[in-house]
């Protein structure tokens, strides 16, 4: 425990299940942003180490009221990884797992899972969190499911919680079983939610008139390097002075990976560089894309570089963030808002992303880049060299920033919590 003092007092609890992709930067985000209002911050996550050393360079004072033990616990079990690795290579694995993971009765096991996770972690720091506490659920998509049972829910804390893909309420046919999943938020013990698209939150509010909802920034951490980092340094030497497009972040099958990969391999694209980079699940994409991004991870095009890993430093990923001269961001079927998108608007790089939904409307409203179908090589190609050729003109960045600022974030999520926690009853 990174605590000194015991005596239990109100707390913000933050749990985190799984710890990838955007996850663990929410998460320190959070943490960050409890610490700054002077409130005590219990971190429970399986990136205890990353949130500490967070907290020591970015809000020094902060520590004597973080509390976050060691949680080896959470995340995937080595048994359900080894069943991965398994899958993986087993023929028709890919299919299989698709299977799984759309099965209704199995998802609803895994997030009552998550739930009996979150009480068993919660039981660990009892000594440590006072009355008045409230835990806060930055994945809440995770731990809600239609067939979920209500009773899975109840745990000793009120919570509130971030559900960032509320924006699929507004597109049912993309997400079936939404609107009943997000029903569940009538649970007495949740006080609030928070969404990343006043959409998303406009249609939240009609479904649950009586739940308080807060539209939030997608914020995200900016921190730079004094220095140029190894990786930058290595994009530099691979892309020999050529320009650069990117595709960074969780590589799944919605960031349209395969596409992004045919456009870097046409010959008539060799005058550009191409990175792709971020964590990787190799069941989560077609052993079509598997195979591509494998002879892209060994080199086979000399225009293509692939770090299929994910990398831990944000300060790494942002500096081959803000060496990109276009960010690559055309996912499908990706209804809702994105950290990329944040970051490339702070770091002022041109970006490209699928025409409609969220991130589309972002991008036209900021003048941030340029949409394309998110199904047309053609148009992404055209696109691209556009923006290579002419970035962003008329961008909006300063009032982009203004508004999805990380002092923006801070400032509306502590209100959020500020308003939602509980008050102790006097002694």
């Known amino acids: ?185 009538s649970h007495p013990g949740c006080r609030g939610v928070a969404v990343y698209d006043e959409g998303a939150a406009r249609a939240l509010r009609r479904l649950l008139p009586a739940l308080p909802i ?53 010959p008539r694209n060799r005058d550009v560089f191409f990175l792709v980079a971020g964590q990787y699940e190799p069941l989560s994409v077609a052993p079509a894309v598997r195979r591509r991004l494998s002879e892209a991870s060994s080199g086979k095009w000399e225009n293509l570089w692939a770090l299929p890993n994910r990398i831990s430093s944000e300060v790494d990923f942002n500096s081959l963030l803000e060496r990109l001269d276009v960010v690559f961001a055309v996912y499908r079927d990706f209804t809702r808002s994105s950290g990329i998108l944040t970051k490339a608007a702070l770091f002022r790089r041109p970006i490209l992303v699928a025409s409609g939904y969220c991130m589309g409307e972002r991008v036209n409203t900021y003048r941030l880049g340029l949409t394309a179908s998110e199904n047309s090589r053609a148009q992404c190609e055209e696109a691209m060299r556009r923006l290579l050729a002419e970035g962003a003109p008329g961008a909006d960045y300063d009032r982009f920033a203004a508004e999805f600022s990380m002092a923006t974030f801070q400032a509306r999520v502590v209100d959020f919590i500020g308003s939602c926690r509980p008050v102790p009853a006097a002694s």
């Open 214 to 266: 807060c539209t939030l920034p997608d914020g995200n951490d900016t921190s730079r390097a004094t220095h140029p980092s190894a990786l930058a340094q290595e994009l530099e030497r691979r892309a020999a002075g050529r320009k650069i497009v990117g595709l960074l972040g969780h590589l799944s099958e919605p960031k349209n990976l395969l596409l992004f990969l045919e456009i870097a391999t046409e």
């Open 1 to 185: 425990m990174n605590q000194r003092e015991s005596s239990p007092v109100p707390a913000v609890v933050i749990f985190d299940y799984n710890w990838g992709g955007h996850i663990p930067a929410t998460h320190r985000l959070l943490v960050e942003s409890v610490l700054r209002a002077g409130w005590r911050a219990v971190s429970l996550s399986g990136g205890s180490r990353e949130v500490v050393a967070h907290v020591e360079s970015s809000v020094p004072d902060g520590l004597e009221r973080l509390v976050a033990p060691l949680c080896p616990e959470l995340g995937r079990p080595p048994a359900r990884a080894r069943r991965l690795a398994f899958l993986r290579w087993m023929p028709g694995g890919f299919a299989l797992w698709s299977r799984i993971r759309r099965n209704r009765f199995l998802r609803a096991r895994h997030a009552v899972s998550r739930w009996d996770a979150c009480r068993a972690s919660l039981a660990r720091v009892a000594p440590h969190v006072g009355a008045g506490s409230l835990l806060f659920l930055p994945y809440l998509d995770d731990m809600l499911e239609p067939d979920l049972p209500r009773e899975a829910m109840d745990v000793p804390l009120p919570w509130v919680g971030l559900h960032m893909a509320a924006s699929d309420l507004l597109h049912p046919g993309l997400s079936p079983g939404m609107e009943q999943r997000l029903r569940l938020l």
